[in-house]
């Protein structure tokens, strides 16, 4: 059995699905109620910062996918990972973030380190999935769209190979049910191609079908606009990347096509399959 957890998520949900469709037992935990999960798959409500409560969401797995993405420091990743190891887990799929190898002194990803060292210590057979920037982070942009017709973002014209979350659940997939294939492996997963704002910016004006004004913020107006939702070393964390990414940053992986056998899916594919959201 696969234990998903976060999977009610970006990544989480397409995962549980792809597992599902391919005859596993999947049991997706989530910190809330869960709808629409295909049929067969249980679901097991709890919190990964409640250490009592691990037995219980690891209980029965052969194999966990550990996403912990919006969490933070409430976590404890040696406490998180012993429990899978008593729990009688025999292997980990970690969802890290590229940012974990190119910003190592970055505080932001400090509990992403400790548990890749926590999961590789485990004496488990692991894998590490380390996406760059996700396709989806574009949704921050729909009401803009939807409302006004325009995006207001810094760095317009700085590219990034941004990955669709699907093809990170796709190369989960993957690696859940083929372990002896890639057990001990870290993959840096992107998208087929770096793509700025603007050219996002122009791809959703193609799935909406109408004009989309691209506005350029300043850093400072955009450090206060995200400084409402995230906490400050988070903020400085994105608009570094954003603004001044590193040539391992900037570069296509190979890792999806590797894992998949296809290449990734472009960032307009994701806006068209997301356009629902912005029209």
């Known amino acids: 059995m696969i234990v998903v957890t976060g999977a009610t998520g970006n990544?989480?949900?397409?995962?549980?699905?792809?597992?599902?469709?391919?005859?596993?037992?999947?049991t997706a935990v989530s910190r809330r109620p869960a709808d629409g999960l295909p049929a067969g798959v249980t679901h097991r409500q709890?919190?990964?910062?409640?250490v009592g409560g691990l037995a219980g969401l690891f209980e029965g797995a052969e194999a966990v996918y550990l996403l912990v993405a919006g969490l933070g420091d409430e976590l404890d990743p040696r406490a998180i990972v012993t429990a899978a190891v008593a729990a009688g887990v025999r292997r980990i799929v970690f969802q890290s973030s590229q940012l974990v190898g190119t910003r190592t002194g970055s505080v932001s990803h400090d509990v992403l380190r400790a548990f890749e060292t926590a999961v590789r210590g485990s004496g488990l057979d692991w894998t590490v999935l380390r996406p760059g920037g996700f396709a989806s982070n574009a949704f921050l942009w729909a009401e803009q769209v939807r409302s006004a017709r325009t995006v207001a973002a810094p760095f317009g014209d700085v590219a990034l190979p941004v990955v669709d979350p699907v093809?990170?659940?796709?190369?989960?997939?993957?690696v859940l049910r083929d372990p002896a294939a890639h057990a001990g492996r870290t993959y840096v997963l992107t998208g087929p191609v770096a793509v700025s704002p603007r050219e996002q910016v122009r791809a959703l004006a193609g799935v909406v079908g109408a004009p989309v004004a691209?506005?350029?913020l300043s850093a400072s107006e955009a450090r206060s606009q995200l400084?409402?939702?995230?906490?400050?070393?988070?903020?400085?964390?994105?608009?570094?990347?954003m603004g001044e990414?590193?040539?391992?940053?900037?570069?296509?992986?190979?890792?999806?096509?590797?894992?998949?056998?296809?290449?990734?899916?472009?960032?307009?594919?994701?806006?068209?399959?997301?356009?629902?959201a912005f029209t």
Do not use: H
Not at 167 to 174: F, K, L, R, T, Y
Not at 227 to 241: I, N, Q
């Open 245 to 276: 990414p590193s040539a391992e940053e900037q570069r296509v992986s190979s890792d999806v096509e590797r894992v998949l056998g296809r290449t990734p899916r472009p960032f307009a594919a994701w806006a068209e399959r997301n356009a629902p």
């Open 227 to 241: 400084a409402r939702f995230l906490p400050e070393e988070v903020v400085d964390g994105m608009l570094s990347v």
């Open 46 to 50: 709890g919190d990964l910062a409640d």
């Open 214 to 216: 691209f506005v350029a």
């Open 167 to 174: 093809d990170i659940a796709g190369v989960a997939a993957e």
């Open 11 to 26: 990544v989480g949900r397409p995962l549980v699905e792809l597992l599902a469709a391919a005859g596993e037992k999947v």
